[in-house]
């Protein structure tokens, strides 16, 4: 069985610039998380999908930042304009029961 | 206050030793306690999942639940090299959100 898979595996972007980061989860499950590590700092919670719907966005820092996923498959963050304090790593996670969840490998993020 | 304190070591210990990692909490809400194995770039891995309290083994590991004390442990038994990496504990209210740990890097020498 596959795992949570991230695209791209690190991107450099100035600031101003606009991301995506991409998310594939496992197959089948319906529970989608973001999180995001910052240097030097622990990993934090962004945001929480069941199947399409955003179930709990409590940790998105601001209105820069815009999640989506659509058809309940894969989901995208998107970060517009990116900032210096953007940079980190992004991380993807899924859930079958919304308990136990599988990360991906991340995205690193560097803002210029 | 952090909702998790988790000592950043680094932790270096000979081949074949008990390897103890700890975290402390804050909220005596969290019901969902887990470890995660992170290699370098790479993403974190599940190791163990306890709800509430008590004791779990898995092979070489044993996680354990402290409630009253709002203290979470991990111990690796016959550390092997391939157990150097960054152990994360992580805890959860509802088993969603979770709250990480900054992690404790520790290195097994052969």
């Known amino acids: 069985e596959a795992g949570v898979t991230q695209f791209p595996s690190h991107s450099v972007i100035e600031k101003g610039q606009t991301v995506t980061l991409r998310c594939d989860p496992i197959s089948g499950h319906d529970n989608l998380y973001w999180y995001r590590r910052v240097m030097g700092k622990e990993i934090k919670f962004l945001l929480h999908f069941v199947k399409e719907s955003k179930q709990d966005e409590s940790g998105m820092p601001n209105n820069r930042f815009l999640a989506e996923r659509t058809g309940g498959t894969y989901s995208t963050l998107k970060v517009q304009p990116a900032e210096l304090e953007d940079s980190g790593v992004y991380f993807c996670?899924?859930?079958?029961?919304?308990?136990?969840?599988?990360f991906g490998p991340g995205t690193r993020l560097t803002v210029l | 206050q952090k909702e998790v304190e988790q000592d950043p070591g680094p932790l270096s210990v000979p081949e074949g030793a008990i390897v103890s990692l700890n975290c402390t909490y804050s909220n005596s809400a969290f019901q969902y306690f887990m470890w995660y194995r992170q290699y370098s770039r790479k993403g974190p891995e599940l190791l163990m999942y306890t709800y509430s309290s008590g004791n779990k083994e898995d092979g070489r590991f044993t996680a354990q639940v402290d409630k009253s004390s709002k203290y979470i442990s991990l111990f690796i038994r016959d550390s092997q090299p391939s157990d150097s990496a960054t152990y994360l504990c992580?805890?959860?209210?509802?088993?969603?959100?979770?709250?990480f740990g900054t992690g404790t890097s520790l290195t097994v020498i052969p």
């Open positions: 996670a899924s859930s079958s029961n919304g308990d136990t969840q599988y």
């Open positions: 992580a805890m959860s209210f509802t088993g969603n959100q979770f709250y």
